[in-house]
């Protein structure tokens, strides 16, 4: 996927949105390869807003995720017209950088 046109509501600067992209596009791919998904071959992201923590897809956060400084926005992706919600944790890595992980919102 792509960032779209916004405006979004996101902290991440724009090298963090094309890390977050990439890491939303290994999750389409790996859930394409586990059940049927639309197609998102030209997936662009429609909208991006905070999320709480509270939020976190599946129940309370992995113990990996819920460190001091992560962050969460809820990322929605256009797949030709069906919208896909991804929670999106930026995790800041003591060794320096940002670790990202997203979770489809089913």
């Known amino acids: ?8 509501q996101t902290r991440a600067d724009p090298i963090l949105q094309l890390d977050a ?14 059940r049927p ?14 999320m709480d923590a509270s939020a976190w897809p599946g129940g309370p956060l992995p113990a990996e995720i819920a460190t001091a400084g992560t962050w969460f926005e809820r990322w929605t992706l ?3 017209g069906t919208h896909l919600p991804f929670a ?16 489809l919102i089913e």
């Open 88 to 103: 999106v944790a930026f995790m800041p890595d003591p060794k320096g950088g940002t670790n990202l992980s997203a979770t």
């Open 1 to 8: 996927p792509r960032p779209g046109s916004g405006p979004y």
């Open 78 to 80: 256009d797949c030709g």
């Open 37 to 50: 998904m639309p197609d998102c071959e030209d997936a662009s992201v429609t909208s991006i807003v905070p």
């Open 21 to 34: 992209c990439n890491q939303i596009g290994f999750q389409v791919g790996f859930l394409a390869s586990q």
